[in-house]
Every structure is written in structure tokens, then in C-alpha cells.
């Protein structure tokens, strides 16, 4: 049904149009108390054996909505009425701001893929936080916040940048994220590098700890595919040497080459970060290299390139204990939830782990003990 309602009428829209009309549907849904209990149940359905701990945060399950499809909070119970375990919102930047010019966002359909160069639109902080702190919950959510650098803010007062958002939002995050990984600002990517991260990453865990004294939320920095593997094991270090408590593997990729895309050239030489299918093997890779440098010292996220229960189960193998998806919901739709819970379920009753936490790389210690 719903690839049907694709193919006829979001395919044919402008892909942030048809978004924004898909994501109000959502919303008004939510909104209507016999409709959404309804939709509840069958799209958020629960297993027990799903059951996950991270950052001390007890969760439905594993699988959750990555950053970008809320960007503003405003539609979070609609999200998890479809069966999100998690819900990440956000870019959230310090000043409010358009994002870059459209034509913005635009499908590879016979990749199951998107490009991106959205530039963090968004209400700002200040907005956000309100929003978050006037908020009622309909449905129990663990809310994850993602924060990132207003564009026009000079690379050497980033940090700045980002305490602003860290003291407005921290109160109202399950987690935060600090995001320097997104390709569409400027300039961004360079926090990678370990020089850099290090006291930005320092003075986001000193506001957080200072705006929010009854508990610690949960500091984590999600990161790039396109990093070297050296820069990579530099970061893993660097959260094993300040105590982060996870790391996101991984952000959208500049890359083109190596990744088969069928698309049409003109169609996959715009600029921006790609997602979807194409991205899944590396950022397996980046996951896998990931855990066998942090092993249990810091919770993995794996996004990118998430479609079905299997690459659900294929990053818990390589050790990430939660996972997180985003292009694949625009070309499956609202039964996307209820597929990956119910085949993730199968999968470890056939396994030989009790629980999804005994099965968390497992593959990557298989590999070790082998070599």
C-alpha cells in the first residue's frame, strides 16, 4: 500500500515537500487519542527479548530514528507511535537558521538512497529547548538531542557555539550529540580531528554536568565514513580517555566512487552527504573498527545504510547496541518499525545469544580470537 502512495504521489513531489507532508500526517495522527492507541499497537508492537540498556537508559529495543527527520521536536510521539525505540531530534544549532538554498534533498530511487545538503535548518535552541520543555508526553520516549555549529559562527568560537545549546537543551536530552560530522557546513568535519574535539567535546560535558546537576546525560559525538582509519582509532581513544559515553558510526558520506550507485550521473554528482543503501558496508566497517579499538568502554550506534532486521542484526554482530535508521523509512514507510522488531525477534530466538547484549560484537571477537 504504502509503496503504492510512493510511487504515485510522494515520488512525484519535491522530496522535502512530500517530507513535510508525510511528517504532518504523522503528527495529526498522533494527535487524536482512539486513533493513535490504535496505531500503537500494531505499529509499535513490543517483544520482550528486544529489551535494551544503554547509557543507563532503559529502552523498548535497539532500533531508532537517526537525526534530521525531526529536526525541531515536533513530532515525537508520532514517531514513536510508528515503533521507534528512540527518537534522535535535531541538528539543533545555537541560532536559529534557514539551512542552504533549495533545491536541497534529493532521492536516488534505484539506490534507496538520498543526498542531502539541508544545512541544519532549524528553529535554534532557545526554540527547541521551549518545545521540549512545554512538552506532554503521549507516549514514553527516550529523546536523544543532536546539536551542531551555527552556520555563521567562526570556526574558533565553536565551542561557544555549542555550550550555548548544551545549557538550553541538556535538561530536556535522554542524550546529546554532538555532531561535527555533517558535510554541509563548513568547516565542521574539521572538528574531527582530535585537537580540536578534545576541548570541544571537554566543554560540552562541563555545561551539560553544570546545567544538569540530579543526573548525567549521556555525552556522545557521531562521526564521519569518510575518515581515515588512523583518525578513526584517534577518536575511539580520545572517548575511551574522557569517559564519552557513546559514539555514533557513522554521518553521511562526500563519497561517490566505490559504492555502485545506478543512479543517473547527473542525479548522484549533486553536492552533499549521501545515506541510504550504498553507505551500508562502510559503515559497517567504521562500526567493526570501532568496537574492536573501544570493546565495552563506549555504547556504538550504527546508522547508515540500515534497511532491514538483518542489517539490524549485522551491526549488533559488530557491536553496536543501538542502531539507527533514517533513508530507508522515506521508501518503506510506517510498517518499517513493525518489520525490523518482528524479524530482529526471530533472529535472536534462532541465535545462540539469550539476549541482544550477549550478541553485541560478537563477530568482531569471533574474528580476534581466530586471527
Known amino acids: 500500500m504504502y509503496r503504492l502512495l510512493f510511487q504515485l504521489l510522494f515520488c512525484r513531489m519535491d522530496p522535502e515537500r512530500a517530507h513535510h507532508l508525510a511528517f504532518s500526517w504523522i503528527r495529526l495522527l498522533a494527535r487524536v487519542p482512539v486513533l493513535r492507541t490504535f496505531a500503537a499497537a500494531f505499529l509499535a508492537q513490543r517483544h520482550r527479548e528486544l529489551r535494551v540498556e544503554a547509557f543507563g537508559l532503559r529502552m523498548h529495543g535497539p532500533f531508532g530514528l537517526a537525526a534530521g527527520f525531526d529536526k525541531n521536536a515536533v513530532g515525537i510521539d508520532g514517531l514513536t507511535m510508528l515503533g521507534f525505540d528512540h527518537v534522535e531530534i535535531g541538528t539543533v544549532t545555537g541560532r536559529p537558521q534557514p539551512g542552504n538554498p533549495r533545491t536541497r534533498l534529493f532521492r536516488l530511487v534505484e539506490d534507496r538512497a538520498l543526498i542531502n545538503r539541508m544545512g541544519f535548518n532549524n528553529e535554534g535552541s532557545e526554540a527547541v529547548a521551549a518545545r521540549l520543555a512545554a512538552r506532554r508526553e503521549v507516549f514514553r520516549a527516550t529523546v536523544g538531542v543532536n546539536i551542531g555549529k551555527t552556520k555563521a559562527v567562526p570556526e574558533a568560537e565553536a565551542a561557544d557555539d555549542y555550550v550555548t545549546s548544551t545549557r538550553r537543551l541538556a535538561p530536556h536530552a535522554d542524550y ?178 539469550r539476549t541482544l547484549a550477549d550478541a553485541v560484537g560478537a563477530d568482531v571477537r569471533k574474528a580476534e580470537s581466530a586471527a
Open 176 to 353: 546529546l550529540v554532538v555532531n561535527v560530522s555533517s558535510p554541509n557546513t563548513p568547516g565542521l568535519r574539521d572538528l574531527q580531528a582530535v585537537d580540536s574535539l578534545r576541548p570541544l567535546l571537554t566543554a560540552v560535558r562541563d555545561a551539560a554536568d553544570a546545567a544538569v546537576t540530579d543526573r548525567r546525560v549521556p555525552l556522545l559525538v557521531k562521526i564521519a565514513p569518510d575518515l581515515a582509519d588512523s583518525d578513526i582509532d584517534a577518536v575511539a581513544d580520545l572517548a575511551v580517555e574522557l569517559a564519552l559515553d557513546g559514539i555514533i558510526a557513522t554521518n553521511t558520506t562526500i563519497a561517490r566512487e566505490g559504492l555502485g550507485l545506478a543512479s543517473p550521473p547527473e542525479q548522484t554528482a549533486e553536492a552533499g552527504g549521501l545515506s541510504g543503501a550504498p553507505l551500508r558496508e562502510r559503515s559497517l566497517q567504521v562500526l567493526r573498527r570501532l568496537y574492536a579499538r573501544v570493546g565495552d568502554r563506549v555504547t556504538l550506534v550504527g546508522v547508515g545504510g540500515v534497511e532491514d532486521a538483518e542489517d539490524v542484526w549485522q551491526r549488533i554482530l559488530a557491536g553496536a547496541t543501538l542502531v539507527q535508521g533514517y533513508s530507508a523509512f522515506v521508501y518503506q514507510g510506517p510498517l518499517w518499525c513493525r518489520g525490523i522488531h518482528k524479524g530482529l525477534a526471530a533472529r535472536l530466538r534462532n541465535s545462540r545469544y
